[in-house]
């Protein structure tokens, strides 16, 4: 059981780590892309297709790596009036039914539906179709499922973390 929580815990760093160490500098460059080039457009009047792509692409990445950082620190939107009212068991169980109904099925769907894209990206060496446009394109388009093995893998965990909270046994009873 030790080894067990051990690991669970390592899967949880990975994804803590992922949101401290490269997500969270990207919000920072974000921020910092969408400054400049709201002052080189207003103020210089000039804009570049690169920025532009940059803005959306760090924007995607953000977003889809830090989705599994999100889940571990119950960061996802649900109707949280219900849910906040309820009981840790029961809060457990709708964490488990909505691991099985609607994470499980999704990122299953995505990925195998976005791999064979990738690849097909990186055969090719894709890359912007606009002049002056973000080379490397297929680098973007990796994060897709690499995101969602994140935020599949911190799911399992959640479910598997849910799951024994609804195994413990009431307090006072033995």
């Known amino acids: 059981m030790k080894a067990f929580k051990k690991t669970i ?3 949880d ?5 992922m949101g401290s160490f490269i ?12 400054f400049s080039n709201v002052i080189m457009r207003y103020v210089f009047n000039i ?6 792509e ?7 990445f953000i977003f889809l790596m830090g989705a599994g950082y999100t889940l571990l620190h119950d960061g996802h939107v649900r109707v949280d009036i219900f849910y906040s009212m309820v009981n840790r068991k029961k809060q457990a169980a709708i964490n488990i039914a909505g691991v099985l109904i609607f ?14 894209w990738v690849f097909d990206a990186f055969k090719i ?10 080379p490397a394109r297929f ?19 959640l479910f598997i973390k849910s799951f024994f909270i609804l195994m413990e046994k009431p307090e006072g009873r033995y």
């Open 125 to 134: 060496g894709e890359v912007s179709i606009d002049p002056g446009g973000i």
């Open 139 to 157: 680098l973007l388009k990796a994060t897709l499922p690499a995101g969602y093995i994140l935020m599949l893998i911190q799911g399992i965990l």
């Open 13 to 17: 760093k990975i994804n803590e780590l």
């Open 54 to 60: 940059l803005e959306w692409h760090i924007f995607a």
């Open 103 to 116: 994470l499980i099925p999704s990122c299953y769907l995505v990925l195998t539906t976005s791999i064979p």
């Open 9 to 11: 815990y390592a899967c």
């Open 23 to 34: 997500v969270a500098p990207a919000v920072i460059l974000f921020i910092l892309v969408i």
């Open 47 to 52: 804009s570049f297709v690169f920025m532009a």
